[in-house]
């Protein structure tokens, strides 16, 4: 995993994060206008993130589903 490093205030207080640019080229792969299409940049970024590891997880059929949500 990459740092991540956080920016803190006088009183330890999280301020600001500092990603790597290899992370954030991939999260923003254009130049945004608008910071208000950050939110969906990202939330774009995590959705795609989560739907490349679940092609990696073997799907379960309804029986076992059911049984592992029981244990």
Do not use: H, R
């Not at 991540?4 to 792969?29: F, M, Q, R, T």
């Not at 208000?36 to 993130?49: A, I, R």
Request: charged share 30%; hydrophobic share 40%; glycine share 2%.
């Amino acid at each position: 995993m990459k740092s991540v490093e956080y920016l803190i205030d006088i009183n330890g207080n999280k301020k600001a994060v500092v990603i790597p640019i290899e992370i954030w080229e991939k999260i923003i792969p254009n130049e945004i206008n608008n910071d208000d299409e950050l939110p969906e940049y990202v939330e774009n970024y995590c959705l795609n993130q989560a739907m490349e590891e679940a092609k990696l997880t073997p799907l379960l059929d309804a029986e076992s589903a059911l049984k592992f949500l029981e244990e």
